[in-house]
């Protein structure tokens, strides 16, 4: 967890969840999908993949991609 992370727990403690194809994207409801990729030097705070760019900048494309064996399409979910 980052500092980012802290300050929106702390002011609104909405949990996250690993919910992306990647394992290391950690979604904070309403805000952003972080990166915790912690063996990744280059790793940014905040993933600016599939969530961020709507899709234009997969995931799979990114040097610390690791597929998340629990993810669910959300075409794929029983919402």
């Known amino acids: 967890m980052d500092i980012n992370e802290l300050v929106i727990e702390l002011k609104n403690p909405v949990k996250g969840n690993y919910d992306q194809p990647c394992a290391h994207g950690y979604t904070v409801p309403g805000h952003a999908v972080y990166c915790h990729n912690n ?3 280059e790793a940014p705070i ?3 993949r599939t969530w961020y ?3 234009k900048d997969r995931d799979e494309d990114c040097p610390g991609f690791t597929t998340n064996t629990e993810y669910k399409a959300k075409e794929n979910q029983n919402v």
Request: with cysteine.
């Open 46 to 48: 905040k993933c600016r």
């Open 53 to 55: 760019s709507d899709g």
């Open 39 to 41: 063996t990744w030097p």
